[in-house]
């Protein structure tokens, strides 16, 4: 069982830079690969980035290509988005997700931050 817990949301203009956070619970976080979702307004949740166990592989959306960067710190226990050049599109809520598996499936999910960037 891994909890995770989301921070870094909020309001920022078009432009500018956040960086979120995935704080996990558990020992064996080092074992999962990780990856970053967002969820429009009535809109279905998409995938974002993703990051092997290890850091080595990384895997982005094509909408945030060369924007974002997600990156991972396994003696915290944590997870990072970087993202930069935001966009008004960018709005949602963000989650982040562990996979014990590869990048493709996910079975433990954070209750999601908001990200709102204004035009």
């Known amino acids: 069982q891994v909890q995770l817990v989301e921070s870094g949301g909020g309001l920022v203009q078009a432009g500018g830079s956040l960086r979120l956070s995935c704080a996990a619970s558990?020992?064996?976080?080092?074992?999962?690969?990780m990856g970053w979702f967002r969820q429009a307004p009535g809109k279905e949740r998409e995938f974002v980035a993703a990051i092997s166990w290890s850091g080595d592989s990384t895997y982005y959306a094509n909408s945030v290509k060369g924007r974002f960067t997600i990156s991972r710190d396994n003696a915290k226990n944590t997870v990072y988005l970087q993202m930069n050049s935001l966009k008004p599109e960018d709005t949602a809520v963000y989650y982040c997700?562990?996979?014990?598996?590869?990048?493709?499936?996910?079975?433990?999910w954070g209750q999601g931050t908001q990200v709102t960037v204004s035009s």
């Open positions: 558990g020992r064996t976080f080092s074992s999962y690969a």
């Open positions: 997700a562990a996979s014990p598996g590869g990048v493709r499936t996910y079975d433990f």
